[in-house]
């Protein structure tokens, strides 16, 4: 999933309340400002949702502890980056998708399983600004623990994050860009049933080199057919 993690740096602030204050070290953003011109306009905002197994809800500061920990893990951001997160970057990441939810009204959700309310990962809908051919549109993509890979709850929450894109959104198609030796990722939008157009070239950025994406589509019809 490249669009929630395409991201560049610079330094912000933050408000609290009526008091603005510097956060130390950087900050990132998406590639690009979150232009709502980018996405195609949605019919309602996206809730948070629960499902069999996860609690799926819009990022928040407090996420930050939780999310360094897993983020560090340089299996987590293989693809694109190769390398775990430092604190800064995640909570340059967790800013961009705190913001990302005000300016479009949708996201990617925070993953905390049921059971036990840990944060295992994150999934949900963005925009993939790194692919301009294809814009505007809305990509579904998900990033776990790898304690949690071979779980099922990619599909189970990609499969939410659909359900939500068509059903409340009111969008008419949604993609995922697997990086195309991401063989897992690759299978899970095959799970779901997206269909694969053929390869994409992402271009470099500041953070890595040029890549080669999957592009998969589903279309609102076919979805709704697959879920009765």
Not at 65 to 85: I, K, Q, S, T
Request: hydrophobic fraction near 40%; charged fraction near 25%; charge should be negative.
């Amino acid at each position: 999933m490249f669009g929630a993690s395409d991201i560049c740096c610079r330094s912000r602030l933050v408000w609290d309340g009526d008091r603005k204050r510097r956060e130390r070290g950087a900050t990132c953003q998406h590639d690009g400002m979150a232009d709502p011109s980018l996405a195609p306009p949605v019919a309602a905002p996206l809730p948070d949702v629960v499902t069999d197994r996860l609690d799926l809800r819009r990022f928040d500061l407090a996420d930050l502890d939780e999310l360094a920990e897993l983020f560090a893990h340089v299996e987590v951001w293989r693809y694109p980056y190769g390398r775990g997160f430092t604190r800064g970057e995640t909570l340059a990441f967790l800013d961009s998708q705190i913001r990302e939810w005000s300016d479009l009204g949708f996201g990617c959700w925070v993953a905390r399983r049921i059971d036990d309310a840990r944060i295992i990962g994150y999934v949900g809908l963005s925009v993939p600004r790194f692919l301009a051919k294809i814009l505007p549109a809305v990509e579904v993509g998900w990033r776990f623990a790898p304690s949690a890979w071979g779980l099922g709850y990619a599909t189970e929450g990609a499969t939410a994050a659909l359900d939500e894109a068509f059903d409340t959104l009111g969008l008419t198609s949604v993609c995922s860009l697997p990086q195309d030796d991401n063989a897992p990722s690759a299978r899970v939008a095959e799970r779901l049933g997206m269909k694969l157009l053929g390869e994409v070239a992402i271009p470099a950025n500041d953070r890595r080199g040029e890549l080669t994406a999957l592009h998969y589509v589903i279309e609102r019809d076919a979805w709704q057919s697959r879920r009765g």
